[in-house]
T-cell receptor, first 113, second 114 residues
Framework: NAGVTQTPKFQVLKTGQSMTLQCAQDMNHEYMSWYRQDPGMGLRLIHY???????DQGEVPNGYNVSRSTTEDFPLRLLSAAPSQTSVYFC????????????FGNGTRLTVT | AQSVTQLGSHVSVSEGALVLLRCNYSSSVPPYLFWYVQYPNQGLQLLLK??????LVKGINGFEAEFKKSETSFHLTKPSAHMSDAAEYFCAVSDRGGADGLTFGKGTHLIIQP
């Protein structure tokens, strides 16, 4: 998916470990967001940002931290991983206006044992 | 608060048959509506979107959707299914003026029978 790069593609963590999921974009969009996808649950918004220095919580923010120091990057941090955070994580960006579609990265598949 | 309901977690059709994936929404304001498709091990791709104007929206790969305000629906159709259409399909809604992203339905897995 052009414009949004997520790393790593796969990750296995033990309970209590920390890690950062990276998201980088080259489309100069102000809006960036993180979703998690679980079977039968669709996609749920974790955190989002409408510009550098501005972040806000989505539907399921607990256990995750974010920061936005540049327009290009929006990392998602798990400070102490739990099995309930096993999921596929997607970063998505959007142009100006709520009618602009989201553009998604290819996802990070995280397993917490 | 807005919400999206997709009827049927799995839909199976024969190749060449009509595809109909159902989506109903609730929103306190006129919504923006989207359909996304997800192929295995990939991110979501936009199929089509409704913002204002014509209620019948055409998208990529021969799909289209009709916005029916009276029924609060935005069903996705394709006249003739192809094997390559097998994927997960998500309906999503956004409030006008909202900055907090999209609300997604739980998805419908489309199965194409040969």
């Amino acid at each position: 998916n052009a414009g949004v790069t997520q790393t790593p593609k796969f990750q296995v963590l033990k309970t209590g470990q920390s890690m950062t999921l990276q998201c980088a974009q080259d489309m100069n969009h102000e809006y960036m967001s993180w979703y998690r996808q679980d079977p039968g649950m669709g996609l749920r918004l974790i955190h989002y940002s409408v510009g550098a220095g501005i972040t806000d919580q989505g539907e399921v923010p607990n256990g995750y931290n974010v920061s936005r120091s540049t327009t290009e990057d929006f990392p998602l941090r798990l400070l102490s991983a739990a099995p309930s955070q096993t999921s596929v994580y997607f970063c998505a960006i959007r142009g100006t206006g709520p009618n602009s579609p989201l553009h998604f990265g290819n996802g990070t598949r995280l397993t917490v044992t | 608060a807005q919400s999206v309901t997709q009827l049927g977690s799995h839909v199976s059709v024969s190749e060449g048959a009509l595809v109909l994936l159902r989506c109903n929404y609730s929103s306190s304001v006129p919504p923006y509506l989207f359909w996304y498709v997800q192929y295995p091990n990939q991110g979501l791709q936009l199929l089509l979107k409704y913002t204002t104007g014509a209620t019948l929206v055409k998208g990529i790969n021969g799909f289209e959707a009709e916005f029916k305000k009276s029924e609060t629906s935005f069903h996705l159709t394709k006249p003739s299914a192809h094997m390559s259409d097998a994927a997960e399909y998500f309906c999503a809604v956004s409030d006008r003026g909202g900055a907090d992203g999209l609300t997604f339905g739980k998805g419908t897995h489309l199965i194409i029978q040969p």
